[in-house]
C-alpha cells in the first residue's frame, strides 16, 4: 500500500483547504483509513477516520469543520477543512491500516504542511 498527500498551504483564519490522499497497492486490504496531524513542538493526533464500511470518527476539536470522505474506487481519500484555525496549523498525514499476510499492518504517507495564520 503506497500513499501520497497533497493539498496543503497557508491560508487565514477562516478559509477552507482541501487534502487529498491517493491510494495505491493492495487497497481491497484496506480495513480503515486516518488523516493525522502533528504540530510543531507536539505529539501526532488523530483527526478524523473512515473504516472500510464508510463509518467515520473525528477528534472533537475538529467536529463540525473538518469532513473525511472517500471516492467509490476507494482510490482517494479527502479531508475538507472548514473554518480553519490557527491552532489546526501542522503537518498532516495520510494513513491506512492493512490487513496482509495475516497480520493488521501501518502505512503511512509523507506530511503535507497546513498553516492557518491569523
Known amino acids: 500500500v503506497q500513499l501520497q498527500a497533497s493539498g496543503g498551504g497557508l491560508v487565514q483564519a477562516g478559509g477552507s483547504l482541501r487534502l487529498s490522499c491517493a491510494v495505491s497497492?493492495?487497497?481491497?486490504?484496506?480495513?480503515?483509513m486516518r488523516w493525522h496531524r502533528q504540530a510543531p513542538g507536539k505529539q501526532r493526533e488523530l483527526v478524523a477516520s473512515?473504516?472500510?464500511?464508510?463509518?467515520?470518527n473525528y477528534a472533537d476539536s475538529v467536529k463540525g469543520r473538518f469532513t473525511i470522505s472517500r471516492d467509490n474506487a476507494r482510490t482517494t481519500v479527502t479531508l475538507q477543512m472548514n473554518s480553519l484555525k490557527p491552532e489546526d496549523t501542522g503537518f498532516y498525514y495520510c494513513?491506512?491500516?492493512?490487513?496482509?499476510?495475516?497480520?493488521?499492518?501501518?502505512?503511512w504517507g509523507q506530511g503535507t504542511l497546513v498553516t492557518v495564520s491569523s
Open positions: 473512515i473504516t472500510a464500511g464508510g463509518r467515520t
Open positions: 494513513y491506512a491500516a492493512a490487513w496482509i499476510s495475516k497480520r493488521s499492518r501501518d502505512y
Open positions: 497497492g493492495s487497497i481491497g486490504s484496506i480495513t480503515d
